[in-house]
């Protein structure tokens, strides 16, 4: 059973980056692909980027496009988000997701697994 566990978020200054780390120890990563995605309060969850399972195809939400980076280490069952230049509009908890299929999806009903997610605070 696929168990995603994030890490790396928390408190960064405005301009400042952060990478988000998620790991997934069940053992079908290398098979889906994974994506990022976003919820700040009082607001819907966002799609964030998604990359394909062998890590040839990476497509990213209009919000943090130019900003953000997703790669993926299929040996290590790892999947990272690297996200630069940050403002406080990103504020919000991050999560991974594994997918049901092998490329990637914006779509939330896309996604068969989260994990519980990573708290990214953002000051101005």
């Known amino acids: 059973q696929v168990q995603l566990v994030e890490s790396g978020g928390g408190l960064v200054q405005a301009g400042g980056s952060l990478r988000l780390s998620c790991v997934d120890s069940g053992g079908t990563f290398s098979s889906v692909a994974m994506g990022w995605f976003r919820q700040a309060p009082g607001k819907e969850r966002e799609f964030v980027g998604s990359?394909?399972?062998?890590?040839?195809?990476?497509i990213y939400g209009d919000s943090m496009e130019g900003r953000v980076t997703i790669s993926r280490d299929n040996a290590k069952n790892t999947v990272w988000l690297q996200m630069n230049s940050l403002k406080p509009e990103d504020t919000a908890i991050y999560y991974c997701?594994?997918?049901?299929?092998?490329?990637?999806?914006?779509?939330?009903?896309?996604?068969?697994?989260w994990g519980a997610g990573t708290q990214v605070t953002v000051s101005s």
């Open positions: 997701a594994a997918s049901r299929l092998r490329m990637p999806a914006t779509m939330d009903t896309s996604y068969e697994s």
């Open positions: 990359i394909s399972w062998r890590g040839g195809t990476i």
